[in-house]
């Protein structure tokens, strides 16, 4: 069994070692050593990457307890391994340190809301971006905010964060937060007077180390909570995007950075209301268009201001005017949206050709049908003259 010197030290960025086994696997080659301080993916955790002795490892999997480290599957790699028992390893530690980062704050995160709501952390997943846990029950805005703000006040405590081994016995009179079926030896992760966890990945050695807990999102999820963390370096990205976006919303509206959705807010408010004096012109237009139609057979309109609602309502206006049918047409995105109206005919079998024609979807009543098709103008206004 390989022995994981990553439980007993999260700062080892280089070891040696000795290959115990190696083989083709597909495009990969996998290898086995006596020792590593690569750690497998597992726990909602991505594997650590990094070198044996100049073959990158990209990936780590810990399968019937064994670690398998891949590499890409190439001559001079297996040339390499047959060369060579002895290898040096290293770790990519800007990767290990963000991922330390992560995980070491979401158990404070965990351990924060298991005390404070007494919900439980039922899934987790440390992901190259974000870090989600979802949590089996409900939390307000007011109780992210409070679990932020004791999140960051147990890193300024800078507490030290311990690594226990304990045996059976003393598991028995411990009690501690699992996500996962342990097997064999535990591993507990105490942050004192936070958390205590069942946990098999690195941890940084004080809070501090952490730098900040950025809680960005949370939604209803699974009858519980999805909260979205950042933490450390990522956390401090994440800040530094938005208050740089936050800033050239300043400067685009003349507001004060401490004032742009005060002004966002105004916007959305004179938007609203021009979009509603548009509509209603819009509409005084359509009338006299309306009322400038004389009666015809057929009435075939194609107009691209007739959107959203007023597509429909312009068609049932010209009902009176049409003996067979009226039918409307606006194109947005190179699509048409269609709408007939008949006081005279049933419209079902005329939509089906229709859409039949010009691959098309929609439907609706005898009198009235809607939908979407495509196609040119000439040769929809030339469909629609020859259908009897």
């Known amino acids: 069994m390989t022995e994981k010197l990553f439980e007993a030290d999260s700062y080892i960025s280089e070891f040696d070692c000795e290959v115990t086994s190696f083989g083709e696997d597909k495009n990969r080659i996998y290898i086995e050593t006596d020792k590593t301080a690569f750690f497998p993916e597992g726990g909602g955790q991505t594997s650590d990457k990094g070198y044996l002795d100049g073959l990158y490892i990209s990936d780590v999997q810990l399968i019937d307890g064994r670690i398998f480290h891949y590499t890409e599957n190439t001559p001079e790699a297996l040339d390499l391994l047959k060369s060579k028992n002895k290898l040096h390893g290293k770790i990519d530690m800007q990767k290990r340190f963000s991922d330390m980062q992560q995980h070491s704050g979401e158990h404070i995160v965990s351990g924060i809301v298991c005390s404070s709501f007494g919900y439980n952390n039922v899934g987790f997943h440390l992901g190259t971006e974000i870090v989600t846990l979802d949590f089996d029950g409900a939390l307000t805005r007011e109780d992210i905010d409070r679990v932020e703000l004791l999140a960051n006040k147990a890193i300024w405590d800078n507490k030290e964060i311990l690594v226990h081994f304990p045996t059976d016995e003393e598991l028995k009179n411990i009690s501690y937060r699992s996500k996962i079926e342990i097997e064999g030896q535990t591993r507990l992760i105490e942050i004192p007077g936070i958390d205590m966890c069942a946990c098999c990945a690195p941890h940084v050695k004080m809070t501090g180390e952490i730098g900040v807990i950025e809680i960005v999102a949370f939604e209803k999820y699974k009858g519980g909570t999805r909260v979205s963390i950042l933490c450390g370096e990522r956390a401090l990205r994440d800040m530094r995007h938005k208050l740089e976006e936050n800033r050239k919303v300043s400067v685009l509206t003349s507001a004060k950075q401490i004032e742009t959705s005060v002004f966002v807010e105004k916007l959305k408010s004179d938007k609203e209301k021009a979009d509603y004096e548009i509509v209603g012109l819009k509409r005084e237009l359509l009338t006299l268009k309306a009322e400038a139609l004389e009666k015809n057979e057929k009435i075939i309109i194609f107009d691209d201001k007739l959107q959203g609602k007023l597509l429909q309502d312009f068609t049932i206006s010209l009902m009176d005017k049409a003996e067979t049918f009226v039918a409307c ?32 979807r929609g439907g609706g009543k005898p009198e009235l049908v809607q939908g979407t098709l495509t196609g040119t103008e000439e040769e929809i206004r030339e469909f629609l003259k020859n259908y009897q």
Do not use: H, M, P
């Open 329 to 360: 047409f606006s194109s947005e995105n190179g699509v048409y949206r269609y709408s007939i109206a008949s006081n005279s005919c049933n419209l079902r079998e005329l939509c089906k050709a229709l859409n039949g024609a010009f691959s098309g």
